[in-house]
Structure formats: structure tokens, C-alpha cells
């Protein structure tokens, strides 16, 4: 059993940043694969970024260069830093990890991008 609590969400102006963090229960979370996904309003979850457990990191094309995924295995924690941030990327931002293919979600927290 894995839980997974975010936070660091909030309203920011165009241009802003914010800091995400994920905190997870469970144990080896060093040795797992993590993820940040959202989910705007009408659309799909999508995949924004993810960080092995060696520390390679992906990320969608539409936040490449702004945002960046990283962690910290002493804390169970993994951040998401997002720089010049933009209306589209107004969403509610989900932690998400996998044990024996099984998902895991956070209860999300809302980043607003706005004037």
C-alpha cells in the first residue's frame, strides 16, 4: 500500500513558479519510477513528467526547458519545480508511482494560472 499526498499548489500570475512536492508512504520508494500527471478541465490526465529511480527524467514536450522533476529518496519525496508558467498549464496536478503494475494517485492539488 503506497499513499501519496501533494502539495505546494496555488494561484500564480503568467510567468511564475511554483514548487510541487509529493510525499509517499511505503517503503523502497528509492528503487520505483514517479511521476507528476494533470488534468485540465474537458480534458484528459497526460503524463508531465516522470524520474527513474537512477534519476533520468522525462517530460512532455509542452513543458520541456520550464519545468523539472527530481527527488529526494532520504525524504520519500519528489518534487516538481515549474518556471514561467502559463494559463494552459492551469491544472490539477496528480503524484502517481506503480507497484507490480498497480497505480497509485495523490489526491491532486490545484495550480491556477492566471492575471
Known amino acids: 500500500q503506497v499513499q501519496l499526498v501533494e502539495s505546494g499548489g496555488g494561484l500564480v500570475q503568467p510567468g511564475g513558479s511554483l514548487r510541487l512536492s509529493c510525499a509517499a508512504s511505503g517503503s523502497a520508494f528509492s528503487i520505483y519510477t514517479m511521476a507528476w500527471y494533470r488534468q485540465a478541465p474537458g480534458k484528459q490526465r497526460e503524463l508531465v513528467a516522470r524520474i527513474t529511480s537512477d534519476g533520468r527524467a522525462e517530460y512532455t514536450d509542452s513543458v520541456r526547458g520550464r519545468f523539472t522533476i527530481s527527488r529526494d529518496n532520504a525524504k520519500n519525496t519528489v518534487y516538481l519545480q515549474m518556471n514561467s508558467l502559463q494559463p494552459e498549464d492551469t491544472a490539477v496536478y496528480y503524484c502517481?508511482?506503480?507497484?507490480?503494475?498497480?497505480?497509485?494517485w495523490g489526491q491532486g492539488t490545484q495550480v491556477t494560472v492566471s492575471s
Open positions: 502517481n508511482t506503480a507497484r507490480n503494475w498497480f497505480p497509485y
